[in-house]
């Protein structure tokens, strides 16, 4: 089946440094890829669709200066956080699909990121 | 705005019970509704996608039905086992766009 990769898994970065996460789909092309955060306990929030070769599109409420995300290849989408402060640790996830929708989405395996 | 109405609660069932999940949205006209379950620390895995068109759908121990009428889905896991506690989320579909509900926990107690 379908497999998308997310690296790093888990990161630690000072306050005011920023992180680059990436998703890669393994195999099967991705147009378009989605991009989530989700605090402990708490939903999973969608922050923007990422579309290969145009610009991203943010969900209300995501600053898009603050989450910088590059759809530059059929395979790959980097969300990059940009002076991550403490607030900013979280889990964030990225998925994306490889056949017609019935065959749903593959979600990558997330990536912890703490800022201290 | 669109919503996605999932009860957070955990749901407490004993197995081999059937849980019933409840998915409700607004400002939506999906042409189609998706299921997933999510473990702790994972990303969700996708179950099941019931069309518009569909009223029931079916996958071994899963039924789903969809009432566009109503924009709810419901979602029954019969036969529960301890292996089907996790939470379980909806995502009305269309518009390239994939949000998700704050999910139905459950939780199965042996």
């Keep these: 089946g379908a497999v998308v990769s997310q690296h790093p898994s888990r990161v630690i970065c000072k306050s005011g440094t920023s992180v680059k996460i990436e998703c890669r789909s393994l195999d099967f092309q991705a147009t378009t890829m989605f991009w989530y955060r989700q605090f402990p306990k708490q939903s999973l929030m969608l922050m923007a669709t990422s579309n290969e070769g145009s610009k991203a599109t943010y969900e209300q409420g995501v600053e898009k200066d603050k989450f910088l995300i590059n759809h530059a290849s059929l395979t790959l989408s980097t969300l990059t956080v940009t002076s991550a402060h ?9 998925s994306a699909r490889e056949k017609d929708v019935a065959y749903g989405y593959t979600f990558g395996s997330g990536t912890r990121l703490t800022v201290v | 705005s669109q919503k996605i109405e999932q009860n957070s609660e955990a749901l407490n069932i004993q197995e081999g019970k059937t849980a019933t999940l409840t998915c409700n949205y607004t400002n939506y006209s999906p042409a189609y509704l998706q299921w997933y379950r999510q473990d702790p ?13 569909e009223k029931e759908k079916r996958k071994e121990r899963l039924k789903v039905t969809f009432d566009t009428t109503l924009k709810q889905s419901l979602f029954h896991i019969t036969a ?21 509900g704050k999910g139905n926990q459950v939780v199965v107690i042996p």
């Design chain 2, 80 to 100: 529960s086992q301890p292996a089907d506690s996790a939470t379980y989320l909806c995502a009305p579909g269309g518009n390239n766009r994939l949000a998700f």
């Design chain 1, 86 to 94: 403490p607030e900013d640790s979280s889990f964030y996830i990225c």
């Design chain 2, 41 to 53: 620390g994972r990303g969700p895995v996708f179950l099941l996608l019931i069309r518009e068109n």
